[in-house]
């Protein structure tokens, strides 16, 4: 089976950076997805690493330590639009299963 | 159209009603996904379909029973729930390659479900 955790719940400065952590436990591992979730909408697709290192998008950077079975996402400039649950997903190596989400990490970006 | 859409986007019913929850997607994809998203709990797999077939049940009780007429519409069928089925019920769909799961997940906008 998978273990996924992360915080429940953030608060950050407009202007900030923030960085959301989240680690896994995994029989097999195939790369682990980052999705975004405002209030009220669909989860959409924020990032994917699969090799170790920091995958960077824009204001976005995600990264990823397979040895250490542990994730991060970084977000900076952090803008009020950017309150939203992020959501952690790992992929299962074997492919017969789809993802496997985290309970979520609720971001509060305050004035 | 958008990717993955979803109706109805609210939906309140008796725990004798029945009811459906139909999704729709138009990205081409050949695998479709119904997830359960409840208050403080992780996205919840409750049914996988691929190339049409039922791969995948997760041990669902029976009153949530899934049909897929073609690889572009889901149903969830709903009968006799229980208050506790309250939740958002997310479609999502993926392209799979050489039947794994490895392909990113597009997900409707969700139908918020309350049983009175």
């Known amino acids: 089976g998978q273990n996924i955790d992360q915080p429940t719940e953030m608060t950050a400065t407009e202007g900030a950076i923030v960085q959301i952590n989240c680690t896994y436990q995994?029989?097999?591992?195939?790369?682990l997805f980052w999705y975004q979730q405002h209030a009220g909408e669909a989860p959409t697709f924020l990032s994917y690493?699969?090799?170790?290192g920091l995958e960077e998008k824009g204001r976005f950077s995600s990264f990823l330590s397979r040895s250490k079975g542990y994730s991060y996402l970084l977000l900076k400039e952090l803008q009020m639009k950017d309150s939203a649950s992020y959501l952690c997903a790992v992929a299962e190596s074997s492919g017969n299963t789809p993802l496997v989400f985290g309970k979520g990490t609720r971001l509060s970006v305050i004035a | 159209e958008t990717g993955v859409t979803q109706t109805p986007r609210h939906l309140v019913m008796g725990m004798t009603n029945k009811k459906s929850l139909k999704c729709e997607q138009h990205?081409?994809?050949?695998?479709m996904y119904w997830y359960k998203q409840s208050a403080k709990k992780p996205l919840e797999l409750m049914f996988v379909y691929s190339l049409e077939e039922r791969v995948e049940n997760n041990s669902v009780p029976s009153r949530f029973s899934p049909e897929c007429p073609n690889s572009s519409h889901l149903f969830l069928h709903l009968h006799t729930l229980q208050p506790e089925d309250s939740a958002l019920y997310l479609c999502a769909s993926s392209q799979e390659l050489a039947g794994l799961h490895t392909g990113e997940l597009f997900f409707g906008e969700g139908s918020r479900l309350t049983v009175l």
């Open positions: 990205l081409g994809h050949n695998a």
């Open positions: 995994t029989s097999g591992f195939n790369g």
């Open positions: 690493n699969v090799l170790d």
